[in-house]
């Protein structure tokens, strides 16, 4: 296949010559800069939406590590592996809730799944700050899962359905970086929030789960009004694209990867993406990269307080510097995927910036320097979310094939949590959570070799393809000819 066609921007010309049933009565006269546009309009209301409702789904989640600095460990007597199982159980309901997550999203359309879900997320977070016990909040952990389980991977799939193969990684990069955000700012806003103590008779700790939630509860209100549904979608979006705007979407995305249509629903065909042993390398690159990036969120907060020796409030302000840097490195490393269509090495080179980080962070004498290698370690563990969902992405074809990567991709993501909320266990703070780094080291060394086997079986189907003798990604629907994976 020519390599232009291959890229994010493609000329008029070749769209029009991809005529889809859907269009064939709408008008296609798109110019180049109409183009950039509509593209530029769907980034302003659909990423930016999904990443501020996802900077909340973090923040939510992971706002357990700001608690239990700010006394939550006392108050509710969470001694001993407690903590852990309650920062673990919220990913039993997580994962069993996500495979059918694709599936409803399809059904009842993103606008009423997504905003919903946040609804009752948000409800649960209230419910957080009135827990009077470690039972209770078990409890609310699990529901929080169950309800939090449908966001990421619905909104993962949903943005792949409109963009392009090289449009891709930057949207995912702007849409993980506004998590970055959420966890950059959740220390500073939890640190806030602490200074409410006593008033109305609470404790420090749960304002900071009720206010979050009130303000998670506002933003889902605003998300059923501005989401937007499938570029194919008959339902109706607010205030959004024409359907002659819609329509050459649907053609360039066809002419990318021939796969806009979703074919009638049937369990066999969402299973079938299972065969296909590359689905699960991205899950095993997925729960290495999460292990990392929820001990983080877990716990760098209590290394910064009991293990590097810095005050409750510096603690949480410390927090930002190292997300903020890895919002800037994200973004970048995006940038050079899309721009120079790279997949594999940006994963790769992301593993090990984490791998020169974690030494630094769990042996270096001097606190300043330790402290600087969470930077590292952040930065490389963050971008690689958003790069192996576009190193996924692009590999793939088919939309239940998609539909099933994405939910496996967040299942495996989802054990990595547990497995981040198991390896740094307080017995080893003493220790300075030794046997963590060395999990989190192993896990970054898994993740390059996965890579590298994954790039070579791509560069052999390719020559392959490149010889005629074999087409690429037939198994679903109809294929696209030309088709070529990406390393």
Request: some cysteine.
């Amino acid at each position: 296949m020519d390599r232009d066609q291959e890229k994010a921007e493609f000329d008029v010309g070749h769209v029009e010559q991809e005529k889809s049933q859907l269009s064939d009565t709408v008008d296609d006269d798109v110019d180049e800069a109409e183009g950039k546009k509509i593209i530029w309009r769907i980034d302003r209301r659909l990423v930016v939406l999904v990443g501020a409702l996802y900077c909340i789904s973090l923040m939510d989640r992971t706002n357990l590590s700001a608690g239990a600095v700010a006394g939550m460990l006392t108050d509710l007597d969470l001694v001993g592996t407690r903590y852990s199982v309650v920062t673990l159980v919220f990913f039993i309901t997580y994962i069993l809730f996500q495979p059918p997550s694709t599936v409803i999203i399809r059904k009842v359309g993103p606008r009423m799944f997504l905003s919903t879900i946040t609804l009752c997320w948000g409800a649960v977070m209230i419910g957080f700050g009135f827990s009077p016990s470690y039972e209770v909040l078990l409890g609310l952990r699990l529901i929080l899962g169950a309800f939090e389980a449908g966001y990421f991977p619905g909104c993962v799939y949903l943005l792949s359905t409109w963009y392009t193969r090289y449009e891709v990684g930057r949207r995912y990069s702007v849409f993980y970086l506004l998590g970055c955000v959420a966890s950059a700012c959740s220390g500073i806003l939890a640190f806030g929030l602490i200074q409410m103590d006593g008033l109305a008779g609470l404790q420090g700790w749960r304002w900071i789960f009720i206010i979050e939630g009130v303000i998670t509860c506002l933003i889902a209100s605003l998300g059923y009004w501005l989401l937007v549904d499938f570029p194919e979608s008959k339902r109706k979006s607010w205030r959004f694209l024409s359907d002659r705007q819609r329509a050459w979407i649907i053609r360039r995305v066809n002419a990318d990867r021939g796969d806009v249509v979703a074919p009638k629903f049937k369990l066999s065909s969402f299973l079938k993406g299972g065969l296909d042993w590359r689905v699960w390398a991205y899950g095993l690159i997925a729960f290495c990269t999460n292990t990392l990036t929820y001990s983080l969120a877990y716990f760098l907060p209590l290394i910064l307080r009991n293990n590097l020796g810095f005050s409750e409030g510096v603690t949480m302000c410390l927090i930002a510097p190292p997300y903020a840097f890895a919002g800037i490195y994200m973004y970048m490393m995006g940038w050079i995927g899309d721009r120079y269509h790279l997949r594999g090495p940006i994963v790769a080179a992301n593993m090990i910036l984490a791998l020169i980080g974690i030494p630094i962070l769990g042996w270096h004498h001097s606190n300043g320097v330790r402290y600087f290698g969470s930077f590292f370690v952040t930065a490389g563990a963050s971008a690689n979310v958003p790069g192996s969902l576009a190193y996924q992405a692009n590999n793939l074809r088919g939309q239940w094939k998609r539909a099933f990567a994405s939910a496996s991709w967040v299942g495996f993501a989802s054990m990595g949590g547990i497995a981040g909320s198991l390896v740094f266990r307080s017995q080893d703070a003493a220790t300075g959570y030794k046997p963590g780094l060395y999990a989190c080291i192993a896990c970054c060394l898994l993740g390059i070799i996965i890579v590298c086997a994954l790039d070579l079986s791509y560069y052999i189907d390719n020559k392959k393809a490149d010889r005629g003798e074999k087409q690429l990604e037939t198994s679903h629907e109809e294929y696209q000819p030309g088709f070529r994976y990406t390393y």
